[in-house]
């Protein structure tokens, strides 16, 4: 019977090192508390303003949005605001995001507007400092070079900013070399993480040893157990990626942000 309770003890233990988020000061939370983002920019997929385009982000910003997006790197280096590891769903070309160098990126057309592939460095122009971003650093064959190029930008930038990132790999660069910087864990059910290696320990936030996020970015209906218990310790968690505004309220009471997508809300709450 100790012989269980000490091995039950063990695991617990264990299970708190590994989904044990970091500390965050109420200061360095409060701007991004209580508010709406724009996921990927105010955009209309069927309209003039594409996703993840300067034009969505001037709309966010003049709306009062806080803005979600998407960074990774081209061909030839250049740090890029794009979502999918391909360009095919958006442009009608074919072929990864990093195939192409960034003249050829801007040749494209963002689902046949005249809106392109935009520099991280030109959004964070246009944003002006407007409004608080959440920062997405997308997985790939240089992940090391996309935490430092990214860095370099955002240390320029005046405005307020976060990082988050689905590999807590690159959150881990950040906690090593920039812990100022406020980082976030992106995670979502087992279900929903198909497409990720390792998707029960990542919905399970087992990855949090590694980066200690300051906030959880949650993409599922109902949290679970793992998120629960992160929340326990006190960091903000954020819902993505709502398309309802019938669920708003809702989330609202549950989440200490939102990100939201096709609908215009309250940007505060």
């Given at each position: 019977m ?17 989904v ?5 000061s ?7 508390r209580g ?9 209309d ?9 300067l034009?969505?982000?001037?709309a ?18 250049e740090?890029?605001?794009?979502h999918d590891?391909?360009?095919?769903r958006v ?6 995001v ?14 046949g ?16 400092g407007?409004v ?37 790999r ?6 090593k ?21 390792l ?20 993409g599922s ?9 992160c929340?326990?310790f006190g ?13 708003l ?13 096709f ?7």
């Amino acid at each position: 019977m100790i012989e269980t309770i000490f091995v039950l003890a063990i695991l617990i233990l264990l299970l708190l090192f590994l989904v044990r988020p970091g500390k965050l000061s109420p200061e360095k939370e409060a701007p991004f508390r209580g508010r709406c983002y724009a996921h990927r920019g105010l955009y209309d997929p069927k309209g003039p303003v594409p996703e993840n385009s300067l034009a969505a982000f001037q709309a966010a910003a003049e709306a009062g949005y806080g803005i979600e997006l998407d960074v990774q790197l081209s061909k030839d280096g250049e740090v890029v605001v794009f979502h999918d590891d391909t360009v095919d769903r958006v442009t009608g070309c074919s072929g990864r995001v990093d195939s192409f160098t960034l003249q050829e990126l801007q040749k494209m057309s963002l689902n046949g507007t005249d809106q392109t592939i935009p520099l991280f460095c030109d959004v964070l122009r246009e944003v002006g400092g407007r409004v608080p971003l959440i920062v997405e650093l997308k997985t790939g064959p240089n992940n090391r070079e996309l935490c430092e190029k990214t860095w370099a930008l955002l240390r320029e930038y005046e405005g307020l900013y976060c990082v988050e990132s689905f590999d807590p790999r690159l959150m881990q660069w950040f906690k090593k070399n920039v812990p100022g910087v406020l980082r976030g864990q992106l995670a979502c059910s087992c279900e929903d993480f198909k497409h990720i290696r390792l998707s029960f320990a990542a919905s399970r936030l087992l990855g949090n040893c590694l980066s200690r996020p300051q906030f959880i970015a949650w993409g599922s209906e109902k949290k679970n157990l793992m998120v629960k218990l992160c929340e326990s310790f006190g960091p903000m968690t954020i819902r993505w990626n709502n398309r309802d505004p019938e669920e708003l309220r809702q989330l609202q009471e549950e989440y200490d942000g939102v990100i939201f997508e096709f609908y215009h809300p309250t940007p505060r709450y």
